[in-house]
């Protein structure tokens, strides 16, 4: 079934917008939440969640492309798990190593506050991102958005770990210096 038709459905509150979301992007939501949490059982929690999201979304939102709107939803409801261990004191996932690994190019928490509420970061950093070549970007997004693990994007990339690992510190690197010179750093 097409996205127009998924969507309508939710539209007109029928049910098996669900049931056609779920055959069509269950396995890409999970995935998504997967990748953070690390847990089957949690990404099919949030997998549900943005089958929810979605309905409460649908309408007034009407999105162009379901596949990455659900896979929004389904990844904002396992940041939201990952915040929740971290208040228990619960690691997991991927996602502290590449927050770690991105901290030594982003400003200080206070310092974004002050830089339009991000706005202008969010916007140099999108920028930075489309100058990029496909292949840095895409090994940068896989890491940084999808919190992916090193090996994982090898496997992906088809090249060796020690090869995304140098790719990811140059293009950190290039980030930083394009902060830095647009006074964001």
């Known amino acids: 079934m097409r996205d127009e038709e998924i969507v309508e459905l939710y539209r007109r509150r029928d049910e098996r917008a669900i049931e056609e979301s779920q055959k069509k992007y269950g396995e890409y939501?999970?995935?998504?939440?997967?990748?953070?949490l690390g847990s089957?059982?949690?990404?099919?929690?949030?997998?549900?969640?943005?089958y929810a999201g979605a309905w409460n979304a649908i309408p007034p939102h009407s999105p162009e492309a379901l596949g990455p709107f659900l896979a929004k939803i389904a990844r904002r409801a396992a940041m939201k798990k990952l915040r929740e261990?971290?208040?228990?004191?619960?690691?997991?996932?991927?996602?502290?190593?590449?927050?770690?690994e991105l901290s030594e190019c982003l400003p200080a928490r206070e310092d974004t506050a002050a830089a339009a509420e991000g706005k202008e970061l969010t916007a140099a950093v999108n920028a930075f991102l489309?100058?990029?070549?496909?292949?840095e970007r895409r090994m940068f997004v896989c890491r940084y958005w999808w919190a992916e693990s090193v090996s994982d994007i090898a496997a992906r990339f088809g090249c060796g770990e020690s090869k995304v690992k140098m790719k990811l510190a140059r293009t950190r690197k290039k980030l930083r210096a394009r902060l830095e010179k647009e006074g964001l750093l």
Request: proline share 2%.
């Open 29 to 36: 939501c999970r995935a998504a939440a997967r990748r953070l």
């Open 40 to 50: 089957e059982l949690d990404a099919q929690e949030c997998e549900n969640d943005a």
């Open 130 to 135: 489309s100058g990029l070549a496909e292949t």
């Open 85 to 100: 261990r971290a208040a228990e004191k619960r690691g997991g996932g991927e996602l502290p190593a590449a927050f770690e």
